[in-house]
């Protein structure tokens, strides 16, 4: 059974970071595409970051215009454990973020099917 489990999220000052932790169970962790999502009240959820299942050649990451440039995605296959290290946040940053796996096992593969969904971590962004 695949389990996600998202921690770190928490009340920041704006220009202050954040990391977000996402502990993987139940499936390889490399051999699929991470993704981080996020949606503020009374919007549709947006695709944040993806990192790309493993590839003889490495892994790509991709983000939203909005969080390039401050937001880095990351993966740690020993802890079974995808990051999102957040810095210089805004107040539009504020959100409950969601980490979700894809459900294909496939190399080089990005977000694109996303079968599983941790229950999200609240993170706001206020003076």
């Known amino acids: 059974q695949v389990q996600l489990a998202e921690s770190g999220g928490g009340l920041v000052q704006p220009g202050g970071s954040l990391r977000l932790s996402c502990v993987v169970s139940g499936l390889p962790l490399e051999d699929h595409a991470i993704g981080w999502y996020r949606q503020a009240p009374g919007q549709e959820r947006e695709g944040v970051s993806c990192?790309?299942?493993?590839?003889?050649?490495?892994?790509?990451?991709n983000y939203a215009e909005s969080v390039a440039g401050r937001f880095t995605i990351s993966r740690d296959a020993a802890k079974k454990t995808v990051y999102l290290q957040m810095n210089s946040l805004r107040i539009e940053d504020t959100a409950v973020y969601y980490c979700?796996?894809?459900?294909?096992?496939?190399?080089?593969?990005?977000?694109?099917?996303?079968?599983?969904w941790g229950q999200g971590t609240q993170v706001t962004v206020s003076s």
């Open positions: 979700a796996v894809d459900r294909r096992s496939k190399p080089g593969a990005l977000c694109r099917e996303m079968g599983y």
């Open positions: 990192i790309s299942s493993s590839a003889p050649s490495g892994f790509t990451t």
